[in-house]
């Protein structure tokens, strides 16, 4: 390795493929860098796509990885499997902290070496200034809802150092991660009869009962008031992931001359990258709102097959109802009728075969006012008569002076 001090400068690593500007580093004159976007990978909305770099020095040995942001959602009060997504594509992991995501990276990038072993972690965490900018960007992102508590900002970078062998050759491997996580909480009060209950030590064992219907139950101090989590997710978002691999016997020159120097200056997107991004969030926001669009009109065309239906259900019903109403008043009839047929039997045997076979065709006489019969398909008590029009209904009906009210045939 040459002696000579490494000069370092900010650069802008454009896509060979598209010519494109997608990010900005700080790194050594003279190394070599290429750019690899996985549009296919979607990261979450502020990172639709992954990218990554990697900056070789000039002699192959040293190699500087950067990999863009992720972003997670791990909901407490739904299960999910790792990596599944919602809408929006964002997705859900159990992500616990930096550490932990890190214990389980490596391994994954560090496939096939021997030896694996973590030397040396050190804590890279920015200041209490940014600590609270960014917990004041969280409440102005998620509003001024009092029933929406951001509980806490969690920010915590680290740089972690591991020794390995590759081939027999002894490397170090410095890794850089910031973790951002904002808890969300929406609160909603538990019933006042409840809460009323909950410190009155006559009421304990029945308030404590009601209080197993409301999961996360817990008395705020500062709202003074008995509330219980309605919903709660935590947002996570891994930024800043850097990493240097090196030959053993460079490493401690190469992490303070090299990559310290890349890890404080930061990485940005540059504008090609944050167009580009915009424009795919824009084309996935349009296709999430068509999706949600047709989902819509999907719910209301079966909405509306089940309401004809229904309908249709109904109109059935309502037939069958007309239909036993009309036998059970026909048999009615007919026992009445049955009851005086000692008095005329062909007479009656006659009216009886004339009544079932008006029921069975849905028929109903009616007498005019100069006795004429009127044989109507219907099953209404009444009718009403103009010219040679007829008009039912099951209930009395004025149609005006030039219509002539049928009587109902009396048998």
Same mark, same amino acid.
């Given at each position: 390795?040459?002696?000579?001090?490494?000069?370092?400068?900010?650069?802008?690593?454009?896509?060979?493929? *598209?010519?494109?500007?997608?990010?900005?580093?700080?790194?050594?004159?003279?190394?070599?860098?290429?750019?690899?976007?996985?549009?296919?990978?979607?990261?979450?909305?502020?990172?639709?796509?992954?990218?990554?770099?990697?900056?070789?020095?000039?002699?192959?040995?040293? /190699?500087?990885?950067?990999?863009?942001?992720?972003?997670?959602?791990? %909901?407490?009060?739904?299960?999910?499997?790792?990596?599944?997504?919602?809408?929006?594509? $964002?997705?859900?992991?159990?992500?616990?902290?930096?550490?932990?995501?890190?214990?389980?990276?490596?391994?994954?990038?560090?496939?096939?070496?021997?030896?694996?072993?973590?030397?040396?972690?050190?804590?890279?965490?920015?200041?209490?200034?940014?600590?609270?900018?960014?917990?004041?960007?969280?409440?102005?992102?998620?509003?001024?809802?009092?029933?929406?508590?951001?509980?806490?900002?969690?920010?915590?970078?680290?740089?972690?150092?591991? /020794?390995?062998?590759?081939? +027999?050759?002894?490397?170090?491997?410095?890794?850089?991660?910031?973790?951002?996580? *904002?808890?969300?909480?929406?609160? #909603?009060?538990?019933?006042?009869? $409840?809460?009323?209950?909950?410190?009155?030590?006559?009421?304990?064992?029945?308030?404590?009962?009601?209080?197993?219907?409301?999961?996360?139950?817990?008395?705020?101090?500062?709202?003074?008031?008995?509330?219980? *989590?309605?919903?709660?997710?935590?947002?996570?978002?891994?930024?800043?992931?850097?990493?240097?691999?090196?030959?053993?016997?460079?490493?401690?020159?190469?992490?303070?001359?090299?990559?310290?120097?890349?890890?404080?200056?930061? *990485?940005?997107?540059?504008?090609?990258?944050?167009?580009?991004?915009?424009?795919?969030?824009?084309?996935?926001?349009?296709?999430?709102?068509?999706?949600?669009?047709?989902?819509?009109?999907?719910?209301?065309?079966?909405?509306?097959?089940?309401?004809?239906?229904?309908?249709?259900? !109904? /109109?059935? #019903?309502?037939?069958?109802?007309?239909?036993?109403?009309?036998?059970?008043?026909?048999?009615?009839?007919? %026992?009445?009728?049955?009851?005086?047929?000692?008095?005329?039997?062909?007479?009656?045997?006659?009216?009886?075969?004339?009544?079932?076979?008006?029921?069975? #065709? +849905?028929?109903?006489?009616?007498?005019?006012?100069? +006795?004429?019969?009127?044989?109507?398909?219907?099953?209404?008590?009444?009718?009403?008569?103009?010219?040679?029009?007829?008009?039912?209904?099951?209930?009395?009906?004025?149609?005006?002076?030039?219509?002539?009210?049928? !009587?109902?045939?009396?048998?």
């Amino acid at each position: 390795m040459s002696s000579e001090p490494i000069k370092m400068k900010q650069v802008t690593l454009k896509e060979a493929e *598209t010519g494109k500007n997608m990010i900005i580093q700080t790194l050594p004159e003279g190394w070599k860098s290429t750019v690899t976007t996985y549009r296919d990978r979607y990261r979450g909305r502020g990172q639709p796509f992954l990218v990554t770099t990697k900056t070789l020095s000039p002699d192959g040995r040293t /190699a500087i990885f950067y990999n863009s942001g992720l972003h997670y959602r791990d %909901d407490h009060l739904e299960s999910h499997k790792d990596y599944s997504t919602d809408l929006y594509g $964002i997705l859900y992991r159990k992500i616990l902290t930096t550490e932990k995501y890190l214990e389980a990276r490596v391994p994954q990038d560090l496939k096939g070496v021997t030896n694996l072993r973590l030397v040396k972690q050190s804590d890279w965490s920015g200041n209490a200034k940014k600590q609270e900018e960014l917990r004041q960007k969280k409440e102005k992102e998620y509003g001024d809802d009092p029933n929406t508590v951001i509980d806490r900002v969690y920010r915590k970078g680290i740089v972690q150092e591991y /020794a390995f062998e590759r081939d +027999g050759y002894p490397r170090r491997r410095f890794y850089s991660c910031l973790l951002e996580a *904002t808890e969300i909480a929406i609160w #909603r009060d538990i019933p006042y009869l $409840i809460a009323a209950n909950l410190n009155n030590p006559f009421m304990a064992d029945i308030s404590q009962l009601a209080l197993q219907a409301y999961p996360y139950a817990r008395y705020d101090k500062q709202l003074r008031k008995w509330i219980y *989590t309605l919903s709660y997710y935590v947002d996570w978002t891994v930024r800043q992931i850097l990493i240097m691999d090196v030959p053993e016997k460079e490493s401690q020159q190469m992490y303070s001359s090299v990559f310290l120097p890349a890890v404080n200056a930061g *990485t940005g997107y540059a504008d090609d990258l944050l167009k580009e991004r915009d424009e795919m969030q824009q084309a996935r926001d349009k296709k999430n709102q068509a999706k949600r669009e047709e989902l819509s009109r999907q719910r209301d065309a079966k909405r509306a097959e089940e309401k004809r239906a229904r309908d249709a259900e !109904e /109109a059935r #019903r309502e037939r069958d109802r007309q239909t036993r109403e009309k036998l059970r008043q026909t048999q009615k009839e007919i %026992d009445e009728i049955r009851r005086s047929a000692y008095e005329n039997t062909q007479k009656t045997q006659a009216k009886v075969r004339e009544m079932w076979g008006d029921t069975i #065709r +849905g028929d109903t006489r009616f007498v005019d006012k100069y +006795g004429d019969e009127h044989v109507i398909h219907t099953y209404d008590n009444y009718a009403y008569k103009s010219g040679s029009t007829y008009v039912t209904s099951d209930s009395p009906l004025d149609h005006g002076w030039d219509w002539e009210e049928l !009587e109902k045939k009396k048998y």
